[in-house]
C-alpha cells in the first residue's frame, strides 16, 4: 500500500484525506461527517497500511498540536497523559459511523491551493485553515464550504484538490476564529502527595502551627468531614500556600519529590512529563494508582492494543491471586 507523508504546514484532517484517497478507500467518513464538516479527531480505516510505530514520537506529537489534535489539556491535579488516546484514534483502523456528523467547516485559501497544483502537483489543506478566518501568506479571507450533505461536499472537494476552482458553486467566507491555544501545565500532582497533605493539614495538634485549621477536616464532634476533590486542591494550591507559607513550604520540602517521568508512544522514554509526588510512596509498589496518576511501573501492557496503556494490573498480585 502507499502511505503518503505529512507536510509540516498541512492539516491532520487533509493528511488522512489524501492516504484514504491514494489507498483507494470510498468511504471517507472517518474524516468528514455526514455535514460536509470535518471531524474534531479524523482517523485512518482499515485500507490505509500507516503504522504508527513508523514515526517518530516527539515529531508527530508537534505536528499533530497544529491541528488542535492531542493537545495536553490537563490542569496540575489531571493526568498529564490525558492526549495520548486521541493519538492513538488518529492511527485506530476502524469504521466511523456513517451517521456521524462533523464540527469544524471546511476552509481554504484558492491561492494557496492553485500554488500547491503548481509546485507539488497535488492540493492540500493547511492547519492554520482549521480555526483562522484569514490566509497568512496572500492576507485573503479563507473560503469556507457551505454546509452541505456529503455526497454534495465530496463533489466539491474533488474540484478544489483537482483545481478547477472555476467550476464551483459560490462558497461562504470564513468568519471567526474557532479555537482558542489551550494552556499546559509545566508540572502535575500526584494523588499521593495529596494524599500526605491531606494528613499534614487535618492532623490535630495543640501547639497553634496552623492554628486551628484542623477544624476545616472534622466537626466538632471530631468525626471527619467528607471533603471534595476539588476542596482538597483549593487548600494545596491556594489557601494554605496563602494563609500558611512558611509551614507549607516545609511540608513541601519534608515530603515533595520531582520526578521526571519519562514515556513514549512508539518510541519508549521519547517524551516526559514533570511530576510533583510524595517521597514517602514508591510507585512500583504503589495501592493508590488512580486514573490520574501515569505512573505503573510494574505493569502488564496489552501489546496487541496500543490503546490499553491505561490498563494495567500489578503482575505480583495476579500471580498471587492466580499462581500463573
Known amino acids: 500500500m502507499v502511505a503518503l507523508k505529512y507536510l509540516e504546514d498541512e492539516s491532520v484532517h487533509s493528511w488522512v484525506l489524501r492516504n484514504l484517497r491514494v ?17 474534531t479527531i479524523p482517523h485512518l480505516s482499515k485500507c490505509v497500511g500507516i503504522n504508527l510505530l513508523d514515526f517518530d514520537d516527539f515529531n508527530l506529537l508537534f505536528w499533530l498540536r497544529k491541528s488542535n489534535v492531542a493537545v495536553k489539556r490537563a490542569g496540575i491535579f489531571d493526568n498529564p497523559l490525558d492526549y495520548i ?100 501545565s509545566d508540572y502535575h500532582i500526584m494523588p499521593c502527595l495529596i494524599f500526605d497533605f491531606y494528613r499534614w493539614a487535618s492532623f490535630i495538634r495543640d501547639d497553634g502551627y496552623l492554628d486551628d485549621s484542623h477544624w476545616e477536616f472534622y466537626y466538632q464532634n471530631l468525626m471527619r468531614k467528607p471533603i471534595s476533590d476539588d476542596k482538597i486542591h483549593y487548600y494545596f494550591s491556594a ?23 519519562r514515556f513514549g508512544i512508539s518510541q519508549p522514554l521519547s517524551l516526559k512529563e514533570t511530576l510533583w509526588k510524595s517521597n514517602r510512596h ?39 491471586r492466580y499462581r500463573r
Open 85 to 184: 488516546n486521541s493519538v492513538y484514534h488518529v492511527f485506530t483502523k476502524h469504521d466511523l459511523d456513517k451517521g456521524t456528523r462533523g464540527s469544524i467547516p471546511i476552509r481554504f485559501c484558492s491561492k494557496c491551493v492553485q500554488n500547491s497544483i503548481q509546485d507539488l502537483g497535488f492540493a492540500y489543506f493547511k492547519f492554520e485553515w482549521l480555526y483562522g478566518e484569514r490566509c497568512t501568506i496572500h492576507d485573503v479571507h479563507l473560503m469556507q464550504f457551505k454546509a452541505s450533505r456529503y455526497k454534495e461536499i465530496m463533489h466539491s472537494l474533488d474540484l478544489v484538490m483537482s483545481g478547477h476552482l472555476d467550476s464551483l458553486e459560490p462558497f461562504e467566507q470564513a468568519v471567526g476564529l474557532l479555537s482558542e491555544p489551550a494552556e499546559e
Open 239 to 261: 489557601s494554605y500556600p496563602e494563609r500558611f507559607p512558611k509551614q507549607f513550604g516545609e511540608f513541601l520540602s519534608e515530603r515533595l519529590e520531582v520526578k521526571e517521568h
Open 23 to 39: 489507498s483507494g478507500c470510498l468511504n471517507l467518513h472517518s474524516v468528514i461527517g455526514t455535514n460536509g464538516q470535518w471531524h
Open 282 to 320: 514508591n510507585c512500583s509498589k504503589c495501592l493508590m494508582v488512580q486514573h490520574h496518576c501515569p505512573i505503573q511501573l510494574i505493569a502488564k501492557i496489552w501489546l496487541d492494543s496500543p490503546r490499553s496503556i491505561g490498563q494495567s494490573s500489578n503482575i505480583c498480585d495476579d500471580f498471587l
